[in-house]
């Protein structure tokens, strides 16, 4: 299909053959979507501008060519977007309805511990007491303390992955997915093109935003710690939302209101889905956040619901990344940490030197049946 594009003070108007309107394309979209490679990752697709820290975009100098849209910034940088992209976008934003988007406000869960320092954790539960089969008092208190926290610290000494299995077998079955089953996690790309298989600081983020139903639970059994940093980072995005239902219910509404789709990409492979950052279930209570900014897909939005929502994205990766409300959780090889990913953003310090966790997804209907069965709610 052919498009026309016209610049304007905005960003610029894209007209498709069809449609009666354009599809608005704002500077600030342009710059967070850069195709270069140093905007994105030539192999993932992995976004590696800093959307964060974009601010107001000024307006740039525009060239297009058959394939792409350059565009020169006011500091000598250069954005680039291919014509493939634009249209796409476009053609999705012409064809929805913005005005049957309904407003929505998530109730909060009143049964859970809302952590947002590092001294409200759950206490530690001893990994062989909890593998125990003739004893279900070790894995009654971890389910209870997982639940109610939205992760948990188990530690241990046996560096076996057969340990890996019995824990997920404790607690349901592992899930399956293009990563396998128990995976294992260490700087080495060649498996999986994403940035958890290397050794760089990972922003806190969820798993699985390009999933329609992404995994609950996440687990790692640490089988050799890195002697300097790789810290996994832990962040209640339940006591985000609370916090922004008090303090911004503007930035609330909106986070729980915007589609937000991820993307996941390599040879043969292209998943996508999306969901708010803050999903309410069918009766209206908060069930899941969703953050990935690193696999967060291209999408439009009307210019005004994208100021909106774009103030409110950055203020929730503002909250994210603040220190103080981040837990940092040192394993020794045989521990393991298994979190919420439904509700705990994860992330990990950078480390220097070898360091091997296996992992492996868990369902969050599993935990929730053990909860019912075991400690009957
Ligand atoms: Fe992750």
């Given at each position: ?9 905005n960003g ?21 979507h850069?195709?270069?490679?140093a ?5 993932t697709?992995q976004r ?26 006011p ?13 796409s ?26 952590w ?23 894995l009654?208190?971890?389910v ?19 340990t ?9 079955y ?6 396998g ?19 760089v ?13 992404a995994?609950?639970?996440?687990f790692?059994?640490c089988?050799?710690a ?7 980072l ?37 998943l ?7 999903r ?8 899941q956040v ?5 696999d ?13 929502f ?18 940092a ?20 310090n ?7 966790y ?12 053990k ?7």
């Amino acid at each position: 299909m052919t498009f026309s594009i016209t610049v304007t003070g905005n960003g610029l108007d894209l007209h498709l053959p069809g449609f009666d309107q354009s599809a608005p394309i704002s500077w600030h979209w342009l710059r967070d979507h850069d195709e270069s490679e140093a905007g994105q990752d030539p192999d993932t697709k992995q976004r590696r501008v800093d959307t964060f820290s974009l601010g107001d975009v000024e307006p740039g100098t525009v060239t297009v060519d058959d394939g792409w849209v350059t565009v020169t910034w006011p500091d000598a940088t250069v954005a680039m977007c291919s014509r493939q992209l634009l249209e796409s976008v476009a053609e999705e934003f012409l064809a929805t309805d913005w005005s049957a988007r309904p407003e929505l406000k998530p109730i909060l869960p009143t049964d859970i511990v809302l952590w947002s320092d590092p001294t409200t954790r759950p206490d530690e539960i001893d990994l062989g007491a909890f593998l125990d089969p003739a004893s279900d008092e070790a894995l009654t208190l971890g389910v209870d303390l997982l639940s109610r926290y939205g992760y948990l610290v188990l530690r241990g000494d046996v560096l076996d992955r057969g340990t890996a299995e019995a824990f997920a077998r404790r607690l349901g079955y592992i899930r399956h997915t293009i990563f396998g089953g128990l995976w294992d996690l260490a700087p080495d790309l060649s498996e999986h093109a994403d940035t958890a298989y290397t050794s760089v600081h990972l922003a806190p983020h969820t798993d699985g935003t390009y999933s329609h139903d992404a995994p609950g639970l996440q687990f790692f059994l640490c089988l050799a710690a890195a002697p300097e940093g790789g810290e996994s980072l832990l962040v209640d995005g339940f006591a985000i939302a609370a916090e922004l239902e008090t303090a911004e219910p503007e930035t609330f509404v909106t986070l729980a209101s915007v589609p937000v789709p991820g993307r996941y990409i390599e040879p043969g492979v292209h998943l996508r889905a999306e969901r708010p950052v803050f999903r309410s279930n069918a009766r209206g209570v908060l069930d899941q956040v969703s953050f990935n900014n690193y696999d967060r897909a291209p999408f439009l939005l009307p210019p005004e619901q994208e100021l909106r929502f774009h103030r409110a994205y950055r203020r929730f990766a503002e909250l994210a990344a603040a220190p103080a409300r981040r837990v940092a959780v040192g394993l020794t090889p045989g521990d393991i940490l298994i979190f919420d990913n439904w509700r705990s953003l994860h992330g990990r310090n950078a480390f220097v030197g070898p360091r091997h966790y296996v992992g492996a997804y868990l369902n969050h209907e599993d935990l929730e049946s053990k909860r019912r069965v075991l400690l009957g709610s």
